[in-house]
């Protein structure tokens, strides 16, 4: 007798209030990057109305004009009223690129944080080595479900996000406005995705536009054109813009703050999270360096044949090089033992905060490629912890 189950997950859009939280966050941090590579960071972002703010700890010699970064990337993501011009619709947020008020509160990185974290002797610090930048629990997760790895659910809601972005940006769609989510709901049958019960798209529109307008283009220039179509069927549910109108949204809606959206970041909650965000962090935060890395790890294995589904898990202390656990779960549907593929695994990856860095390239100004349509299953984004780069490795220890 058949298993079946109906999972559910959602994404949202850059013009997300907590997103656009998230990209001007992961602007400073690229921008501290690109002049010194060194930089610690820890950046977080707030928004509500046409207040925004950054917050945070920062130690880097490069100069950052932290309130132009702001601007900068407020409009890119789309919140401009020259946007509407020369269309037949009207921009009418309150929150725009031109009309801001900034704030910043940076400070530097405490030299406690800084003592644990650096190659260097100190007193009472158990060693020399890079030691993890904060303890903590971090989560990598892979899969045969989608060509790049991804959980069914999380993968289509992305793409469904990342070409509702498009549509706006090139235009297509010219009453689109930034602030968007979508959810889908697929069926899976003993274990596997067999069709998509339910979609839902809310998105920000100008106020001149009919929402049967809306949900038309949306089912047919997005919908039906992003999901497989041998995963749609006549019984499939579309909720486009369920309640009716969506013209209040992005910060004037709602306040957004960095770190809201871990699980549209990670798998749709197919895959566990660990305890911390991603975005405003530099790579010597285990919280970002060590997840990404977890998901190398397990898209490998996953690539090389060795399992239908890997779940790897590692924790550290702060200041400590080597992790305290490593676990690895292949939910039953590992090709070969388990124990087998964690010794190989620990032969050809170094677990150690300092040489992630290393293997992964991350002193790097390549996050903001990273902050939107999820850190996972990105092939577009040229991201290093999607690279199946060692298979060849563990092929040649397993077999």
Same mark, same amino acid.
């Given at each position: /007798?058949?298993?079946?189950?109906?999972?559910?997950?959602?994404?949202?859009?850059?013009?997300?209030?907590?997103?656009?939280?998230?990209?001007? !966050?992961?602007?400073?941090?690229?921008?501290?990057?690109?002049?010194?590579?060194?930089?610690?960071?820890?950046?977080?972002? $707030?928004?509500?109305?046409?207040?925004?703010?950054?917050?945070?700890?920062?130690?880097?010699?490069?100069?950052?004009?932290?309130?132009?970064? /702001?601007?900068?990337?407020? +409009?890119?993501?789309?919140?401009?009223?020259?946007?509407?011009?020369?269309?037949?619709?009207?921009? !009418?947020?309150?929150?725009?690129?031109? *009309?801001?008020?900034?704030?910043?509160?940076?400070?530097?990185?405490?030299?406690?944080?800084?003592?644990?974290?650096?190659?260097?002797?100190?007193?009472?610090?158990?060693?020399?080595?890079?030691?993890?930048?904060?303890?903590?629990?971090?989560?990598?997760?892979?899969?045969?479900?989608?060509?790049?790895? /991804?959980?069914?659910?999380?993968?289509?809601?992305?793409?469904? !996000?990342?070409?509702?972005? +498009?549509?706006?940006?090139?235009?297509?769609?010219?009453?689109?406005?930034?602030?968007?989510?979508?959810?889908?709901?697929?069926?899976?049958?003993?274990?596997?995705? %067999?069709?998509?019960?339910?979609?839902?798209?809310?998105?920000?529109?100008?106020?001149?536009?009919?929402?049967?307008?809306?949900?038309?283009?949306?089912?047919?220039?997005?919908?039906?054109?992003?999901?497989?179509?041998? /995963?749609? %069927?006549?019984?499939?549910?579309?909720?486009?813009?369920?309640?009716?109108?969506?013209?209040?949204?992005?910060?004037?809606?709602?306040?957004?703050?960095?770190?809201?959206?871990?699980?549209?970041?990670?798998?749709?909650?197919?895959?566990?999270?660990?305890?911390?965000?991603? #975005?405003?962090?530099?790579?010597?935060?285990?919280?970002? #360096?060590?997840?990404? $890395?977890?998901?190398?790890?397990?898209?490998?294995?996953?690539?090389?044949?060795?399992?239908?589904?890997?779940?790897?898990?590692? #924790?550290?202390?702060?200041?400590?090089?080597?992790?305290?656990?490593?676990?690895?779960?292949? $939910?039953?549907?590992?090709?070969?033992?388990?124990?087998?593929?964690?010794?190989?695994?620990?032969?050809?990856?170094?677990?150690?905060?300092?040489?992630?860095?290393?293997?992964?390239?991350?002193?790097?100004?390549?996050?903001?490629? !990273?902050?939107?349509?999820?850190?996972?299953?990105?092939?577009?984004?040229?991201?290093?912890?999607?690279?199946? *780069?060692?298979?060849?490795?563990?092929?040649?220890?397993?077999?």
């Amino acid at each position: /007798m058949s298993n079946s189950f109906i999972f559910s997950s959602e994404s949202v859009t850059e013009g997300h209030p907590d997103k656009v939280c998230d990209t001007v !966050s992961d602007a400073v941090l690229d921008a501290c990057l690109a002049q010194d590579h060194t930089s610690r960071v820890a950046c977080e972002t $707030f928004v509500k109305d046409n207040n925004i703010g950054v917050a945070g700890e920062i130690t880097t010699s490069a100069d950052i004009d932290y309130k132009q970064i /702001m601007e900068d990337t407020i +409009r890119d993501i789309g919140y401009d009223k020259n946007y509407a011009e020369g269309t037949d619709y009207s921009y !009418s947020c309150n929150f725009e690129a031109g *009309n801001l008020e900034k704030y910043v509160f940076i400070g530097q990185q405490s030299p406690e944080i800084a003592q644990g974290v650096d190659e260097a002797a100190a007193d009472n610090k158990e060693t020399a080595e890079q030691g993890a930048g904060d303890q903590g629990i971090m989560f990598g997760y892979a899969c045969t479900e989608t060509p790049e790895l /991804m959980p069914a659910p999380i993968a289509y809601s992305h793409a469904l !996000s990342q070409e509702l972005t +498009r549509l706006r940006k090139d235009r297509v769609l010219t009453w689109l406005r930034p602030d968007a989510k979508t959810q889908v709901s697929v069926e899976y049958v003993d274990n596997k995705p %067999t069709r998509v019960t339910a979609v839902v798209v809310s998105t920000m529109h100008a106020k001149e536009i009919t929402t049967p307008e809306i949900r038309e283009a949306i089912k047919s220039l997005l919908v039906q054109k992003v999901i497989p179509a041998e /995963m749609l %069927t006549e019984d499939t549910e579309y909720h486009i813009n369920p309640t009716g109108i969506f013209v209040i949204g992005g910060p004037e809606g709602d306040a957004g703050l960095t770190g809201r959206k871990i699980i549209v970041d990670t798998y749709g909650g197919m895959g566990r999270h660990g305890g911390g965000a991603f #975005s405003g962090k530099d790579p010597s935060k285990v919280d970002r #360096s060590a997840a990404y $890395f977890c998901r190398w790890v397990a898209k490998n294995i996953v690539a090389a044949g060795y399992a239908d589904r890997c779940e790897l898990q590692v #924790s550290y202390a702060i200041g400590y090089p080597d992790p305290v656990s490593v676990h690895l779960d292949t $939910f039953g549907t590992n090709k070969v033992d388990e124990a087998k593929i964690v010794s190989a695994v620990q032969e050809v990856f170094s677990f150690k905060p300092a040489q992630i860095v290393k293997d992964l390239n991350l002193l790097r100004p390549i996050y903001l490629k !990273s902050t939107n349509y999820g850190h996972f299953g990105r092939e577009d984004a040229g991201l290093p912890w999607e690279e199946t *780069n060692k298979v060849e490795a563990l092929k040649n220890i397993l077999g």
